[in-house]
Each structure stands twice: as C-alpha cells, then as structure tokens.
C-alpha cells in the first residue's frame, strides 16, 4: 500500500501500526523494541542514503519508511519470531539474500532508487541490512531478558 500510496497512505498506515501495538501481548518489549529498533533502524538507513546505496524523493527518507519500519519491528515477536530462534547465521543469509528485495520491488514502482548494478546493491545493501537487523533482534532478545528478570526477581 506505501509503496502505492507512498504518502496517501500515511493515515492507513499509522492505523495499522496503532492496531499492531493495540493487539501486541507483550506491550513493554514492543514499546521497547520501537524505540531501540527503530534508531537503530532509521540510523542505519540514513548512513545508507548519505553513502549512496539508495534514495528517496524526499531526504533522506519519507515519513511513510517511518511507518514501514515501525510495523516491521512491530512483527519481530509476532510473524518473524521464527527468525529469532534460527542460528544467528542463517537469520544473516536469509536477511541478506530477501530483504534487498523489499527495495528492489519499491524501485521498481519508482519510490527508492537503489545503487546500480543490482547485484552490488544486493550485495552490500544486503549484507549491511542483514546484520543491522540482526542487531535488532538481538536488541529484542536483550529486552525480553531484561524484562523477564524483572518480572521474576522484582527490585526496588
């Protein structure tokens, strides 16, 4: 729909961020993932602006990414839990070898430009984005870590 709509599709998107957060049943490491993940996130897509792996029409990238991202975190313990429990290598080949395709697919409708020849981008991007996002989830183990230890041996 974003890709689409790109910013028409603000509103419906916010929505459905709001309605994943609404349904999520671990509220506190949801929370706490967006606020990490989504730095981490959005950090990592700036530096890959400023170093030319891909662009926006607007910069360094437009509110709808934002969304797009918040909602992709916001899957991490939902429907990608099971890259979370695949060795920390493979969850590295499987993000770098799909998630280029994400982008490749919104430039194709002409909302990202991403690096030339594809197989470079594919390559660098991937494997950028592949650790980066492992990061995440491993950010995500930590927090859920973090928050068992407190619910098991409260202190204070």
Known sequence: ??????????????????????LSRQKKQDALLLLIGLTIALVFEFVMVKLGLLGFKSSP?????????????????????????????VSLVVCAVFAP???W????????IVMQPLWVF??????????MFNCILATNTIIQSSLKNKIVSPQG
């Open 1 to 22: 729909m974003a890709l689409l709509l790109e910013s028409s599709a603000l509103l419906p998107i916010f929505c459905v961020v709001l309605v994943m957060f609404f």
């Open 61 to 89: 990238f437009p509110f709808w990414f934002v969304l797009l991202w918040s909602a992709l975190i916001l899957t991490i313990n939902t429907s990608m839990e099971f890259l979370t429990r695949l060795p920390w290598y």
């Open 101 to 103: 395709a994400s982008y």
């Open 105 to 112: 697919a919104g430039a194709r409708f002409d909302v990202i």
């Open 122 to 131: 594919w390559l660098f991007y991937g494997l950028a984005w592949s650790v």
